[in-house]
């Protein structure tokens, strides 16, 4: 049996020095010192020895164990810290090229007006998209028969919740909740029950500006519109204030901004008119103010809103608003 014991050791250490992987490693235990492999069947067999063989086999049987157990150690930190020859740097080629996303044009937008009224001393709000309709009418002044409360123009989920058709209900929750002086911009997505086409999408972004304390008047308003206007557009465009109207200011403004392409002289984009319409303004309505528990013969208010898919469009001269949602990366990449 002690023949047989150096045969086995000779064999196995000739198979461990040409193995060329783990996973022959992996056999080569098995198949000597696993559950079922060589020693251990040895070992089984020192019950047919006699008295005076056992204890001397035994222990030779165990230090064979342990040298094989040591080899095999031994050889897999040697698989461990040799790297395969695939994977051994050639500082010679060239480093591989990662292709790096973009911020989506409307984030840039959205995150550019913030910029810009941070700097201006207003602070951001967010809110709910789920609203309530008490918030987003009747507070704003938006009487109970007014088309924009039909179920045809705003998506209800019951008779008084639907998803938001304006981000204007902020202004209402930050008033109830904060005295003057009020400072804020709420942006964020909005809902309405419109027709896709280039211009029009049941989703999109809507940028709110509220402030209200003492003696605020419309040249306030005016500046700050102004000051927006050159900061997201350029110092050469020139805006117009023209009289419009909306239930929860008085009076009411609508917004332009000279043509970029033309510079005022007019073109086929802005219609020949020299002036792209951007957003609505006004002073606060005085219901609206009381409505939120304002004293409205002390304090005055202005607020202002737009889309950010129509300023992203204006800015970018981008034609069609379904560009914004259909994730071609011909179109995504360009804004970097």
């Known amino acids: 049996m002690e023949k047989d014991m150096e045969s086995l050791k000779e064999k196995f250490h000739k198979k461990i020095a040409s193995i060329k992987d783990r996973e022959e490693l992996q ?81 840039l937008i959205l995150k550019a007006t913030e910029d810009i009224f941070l700097g201006m001393g207003f602070c951001i709000v967010d809110g709910p998209e789920v609203e309530l309709d008490y918030y987003n009418f009747e507070a704003l002044n938006i009487p109970k028969d007014h088309p924009a409360r039909d179920d045809q123009d705003s998506f209800y989920i019951t008779p008084d919740i639907l998803l938001r058709t304006q981000t204007s209900p902020m202004q209402v929750r930050i008033m109830e909740n904060q005295p003057p002086p009020v400072r804020i911009i709420s942006a964020g997505k909005c809902y309405r029950r419109d027709s896709i086409d280039n211009t029009h999408t049941p989703m999109f972004h809507q940028i709110e500006g509220l402030a209200v304390d003492k003696d605020i008047s419309m040249a306030d308003l005016k500046g700050v519109i102004i000051e927006f206007c050159k900061q997201i557009f350029g110092k050469d465009r020139i805006t117009r204030f023209r009289p419009g109207y909306f239930p929860f200011v008085e009076p009411g403004v609508e917004v332009d901004v000279s043509c970029g392409l033309c510079k005022g002289k007019g073109c086929q984009s802005c219609g020949y008119s020299g002036w792209l319409e951007i957003m609505g303004a006004g002073m606060v309505h005085p219901h609206v103010l009381e409505m939120a528990g304002y004293n409205a013969q002390k304090y005055t208010g202005f607020a202002f809103g737009m889309g950010a898919e129509r300023i992203a469009m204006l800015k970018y001269g981008i034609n069609d608003i379904r560009l914004f949602f259909e994730n071609d990366l011909r179109f995504l990449t360009q804004f970097k």
């Open 27 to 107: 056999r080569i235990r098995n198949e000597y010192i696993g559950r079922k492999g060589i020693v251990a069947q040895m070992l089984k067999n020192i019950t047919l020895l006699s008295s005076e063989e056992k204890p001397r086999v035994g222990e030779l049987l165990n230090r064979i164990k342990r040298d094989f157990q040591k080899a095999i150690a031994e050889k897999d930190r040697e698989f461990l810290t040799e790297k395969p020859v695939e994977e051994k740097i050639d500082i010679t080629i060239p480093g591989k090229d990662f292709m790096l996303g973009t911020i989506h044009p409307i984030e």
